[in-house]
């Protein structure tokens, strides 16, 4: 009987994967990740609720979105002032979030 070190068999299993012996395995079909995708989605909303919920009533509400033409966003809501702005870059958030910061601490 001879035994077979771990490199020995994996070099084995190796050369007979190359030498198209193994069988293709099937891909899963889109429809398959449906409810993966449905949970995710679900869990995204379920987040954004709580989140608002315990936000304190005056903070901005910022989130990522997509437009027309799928380009990220960003829409940004003030309640202390009422405003509604959509924003193209972080860098334009951060901004923004920086003046209304300066302003409500005068």
Avoid at 37 to 60: C, D, I, K
Avoid at 65 to 81: E, F, K
Wanted: a positive charge; charged letters at 20%.
């Amino acid at each position: 009987m001879t035994r077979y070190s771990n490199s020995t068999q994996a070099n084995a299993l190796n050369q007979s994967a190359s030498s198209g012996q193994s069988k293709d395995l099937p891909r899963p079909s889109q429809t398959q990740f449906a409810p993966l995708m449905l949970l995710g989605r679900t869990w995204n909303y379920v987040a954004e609720v709580l989140s608002w919920l315990f936000a304190s009533p005056h903070q901005p509400h910022i989130r990522e979105c997509r437009d027309r033409t799928g380009q990220t966003c960003w829409r940004v809501h003030d309640p202390a002032s009422g405003q509604s702005m959509v924003f193209y870059t972080e860098q334009e958030v951060c901004a923004w979030l920086e003046q209304r910061w300066s302003r409500y601490m005068r």
